[in-house]
């Protein structure tokens, strides 16, 4: 069964700086999508980026990167130029690429803090 | 596009009563989903279903049943309450055409029981 770990429960952060999250996961699938998404205060989940696992060239959305190491089955986020709005909880998550099988599975977070 | 909207925001439950949870999306995307998240833990799918008149059982789909008649509506329907219930409730919905496989995620339901 697929597995998403994410071993850092709480993090912080100066603004302004960089921080980067982890994620591992476990699978034996070659072909599937892993994302990132935000849940700020509010409870909305946000996806903040997405990657497939067949694409080596690690997604970029604006501030937000990752580093995919597909055969250590490792998704970290980066974030750079941390500022106060991206305080949230951040999961991980992964879903397999197989018609009606949409199901994904999430880690249990990384409470991220940042300090002004 | 409203998105995924879910009423209520927030509900009160005694133990033994019912409920149903409302989720709308306007996107006509074809797979929706229904997650529970506990305090401190990430999204645990109950129920999810890939179409009108499809539905399938997730990672906990005990003490729930839902029903998708249409492709707008995916209701929730929580059977004589138990406090384990007592959780906040997310509807979710996605779109299967390539490169475009992530969910969007309505605001939540609190729901207490007690």
């Known amino acids: 069964a697929q597995t998403v770990t994410q071993s850092q429960p709480e993090m912080s952060v100066q603004e302004a700086e960089t921080v980067t999250l982890s994620c591992t996961y476990d699978?034996?699938?070659?072909?599937?999508?892993l994302f990132w998404y935000k849940q700020p205060p509010s409870r909305q989940m946000i996806l903040v980026i997405r990657?497939?696992?067949?694409?080596?060239q690690n997604a970029t959305e604006n501030r937000f990167s990752v580093n995919f190491q597909k055969a250590a089955k490792s998704f970290s986020l980066k974030i750079s130029d941390s500022q106060l709005g991206d305080a949230a909880m951040y999961f991980c998550?992964?879903?397999?690429?197989?018609?009606?099988?949409?199901?994904?599975?999430f880690g249990k977070g990384t409470r991220l803090h940042i300090l002004p | 596009n409203a998105g995924v909207t879910q009423t209520p925001k927030f509900r009160i439950l005694k133990i033994g009563q019912s409920m149903t949870l409302q989720c709308t999306q306007d996107?006509?995307?074809?797979?929706m989903y229904w997650y529970r998240q506990d305090p401190g833990m990430g999204l645990k799918l109950i129920y999810y279903?890939?179409?009108?008149?499809?539905?399938d059982k997730g990672e906990v789909p005990n003490g729930y049943n839902v029903s998708r008649s249409t492709t707008e509506d995916f209701p929730l329907r929580l059977e004589l309450a138990a406090p384990s219930q007592t959780s906040v409730y997310f509807c979710?919905?996605?779109?299967?055409?390539?490169?475009?496989?992530?969910?969007?995620f309505g605001p939540g339901t609190r729901l207490t029981v007690t």
């Open positions: 990657q497939e696992a067949y694409k080596q």
């Open positions: 279903s890939v179409g009108a008149g499809i539905t």
């Open positions: 998550a992964y879903r397999r690429k197989v018609n009606r099988d949409d199901k994904i599975i």
């Open positions: 699978t034996s699938e070659s072909d599937y999508y």
């Open positions: 979710a919905s996605s779109y299967e055409v390539s490169g475009s496989y992530e969910q969007y």
């Open positions: 996107m006509n995307h074809n797979y």
